[in-house]
């Protein structure tokens, strides 16, 4: 019987290493995305705090903004200075909020473990979703 108990404790003591080991999980279910501040000039959308927005996805703002360009099928230009978007389109804070929710669905958290501690990298024309939390990688679809 003393080595069931010497096995539990040897257990005990490599599970508590275990999980001092184990970085904590960074990403929550509850992501916020500061809501996008838009201004409507005749036929075009301003969003001003684009970059903000940006920063927090973590990624870099042309990236982001050729998503939004693509999925809204609109022309558009981002201005490094100011920060802000500019579409050649009229569009409303909702529809913006929906497609930044899933640019952050598909190209920043990690489907594995759900952190938003990633990266996207570039091999020849495929991306690939890398976590830096649980190392696993996720080919998504181009854009």
Do not use: H
């Amino acid at each position: 019987m003393s080595s069931g108990r010497e096995l539990l404790r040897n257990y005990e003591y490599l599970l508590e290493r275990l999980y001092q080991k184990v970085p904590p999980k960074s990403g929550s279910a509850e992501y916020k995305i500061p809501d996008p501040e838009i201004i409507r000039i005749g036929n075009q959308t301003i969003i001003r705090n684009f970059r903000e927005i940006s920063q927090k996805l973590k990624r870099d703002p042309q990236l982001v903004a050729r998503f939004l360009q693509k999925e809204l099928a609109a022309a558009g230009s981002y201005d490094p200075g100011s920060g802000q978007l500019v579409l050649n389109i009229r569009v409303s804070r909702r529809v913006v909020n929906q497609f930044l929710q899933l640019f952050l669905r598909q190209y920043v958290r990690c489907p594995t473990c759900g952190s938003i501690d990633t990266r996207l990298r570039r091999e020849g024309k495929a991306w690939i979703l890398v976590c830096e939390a649980c190392g696993a990688e996720q080919p998504v679809k181009a854009f």
